[in-house]
């Protein structure tokens, strides 16, 4: 069963390290699951073997256990602040490894919390937690540096799609003779000017939030170029075709 499997985990540990707290800790839990059976000995033409005595549990030293859960909060903390503060990517590469570094330290958090969770048992833990929370702190910025990306990314797509676009646009307007073409050509210049106003305000608004846009503005940049040269192009076909 799972509990003898736990069992005979802990108790290796404990012969391996006896005043492992963790170990200790972890005993108890196993042993609150079912009461000690002995251990039925095989069948075999040799005598049997008397039963074998359960463990005898032994405290948890919880002062120990703090400390250690202590030592495990600043080394934690400290890594994570030795990291590079998380920036806002379109890069699928940059993204994934973001993502990575923030899945090793949302599970370390995870950690921490249970370990806090047994010490709390019997000592506060309020000044754990009080320096736990940079920790915590850190780990909601680089989650939200995760869905500002996102917004990235599904921003650099529309930009790229209306590149595209732009290209063919930029075609047409240079080879048609028609008049008739001048008036759906200026049309399509004002929908685009204000596309590109509605992407800069979303930037802006960004970046108000203090959000690095570094990433997203280079594509924005780009794209208002083509903007204003697609709108020079559209200014001459209607100068050729619609001469005053």
């Known amino acids: 069963e799972l509990h003898d499997i ?33 251990i039925k000995a095989p069948s075999s033409s040799k ?7 359960p463990v005898k549990e032994e405290e948890i030293d919880y002062d120990a256990l703090y400390d250690q859960v202590e030592h495990l909060i600043l080394a934690k903390v400290k890594e994570m602040m030795g990291s590079p503060p998380p920036v806002p990517t379109v890069d699928s590469v940059l993204l994934d490894k973001l993502q990575s570094i923030f899945e090793a330290f949302k599970q370390s958090y995870t950690d921490i919390q249970a370990q806090m969770g047994v010490v709390d048992d019997e000592i506060d833990t309020s000044e754990l937690k009080t320096q736990l929370k940079p920790f915590l702190i850190t780990l909601k910025r680089y989650e939200t540096t995760l869905t500002v990306s996102q917004s990235f990314i599904v921003m650099q797509k529309r930009i790229t799609e209306m590149l595209d676009s732009l290209r063919q646009m930029s075609k047409e307007a240079r080879d048609t003779q ?35 846009v570094q990433s997203i503005v280079k594509s924005y940049e780009t794209l208002a170029d083509e903007v204003e040269k697609l709108n ?12 005053s």
Do not use: W
């Not at 069992?7 to 404990?14: F, G, R, T, W």
């Not at 005598?47 to 005595?53: D, G």
């Open 6 to 38: 736990a069992m005979s985990y802990v108790q290796a540990a404990l012969e391996a390290e006896p005043g492992n707290p963790f170990a200790l800790a972890m005993m108890e839990v196993v042993a609150e699951g079912r009461k000690p059976q002995a």
């Open 47 to 53: 005598p049997s073997m008397p039963p074998r005595l």
């Open 178 to 212: 028609e008049p008739n073409d001048v008036s759906i050509l200026e049309e399509n210049i004002n929908v685009l000017f204000d596309t590109c106003d509605e992407i800069a305000d979303a930037i802006d608004e960004f970046e108000r939030q203090g959000h690095n």
């Open 232 to 243: 020079e192009i559209v200014e001459e076909a209607h100068a050729r075709l619609l001469p």
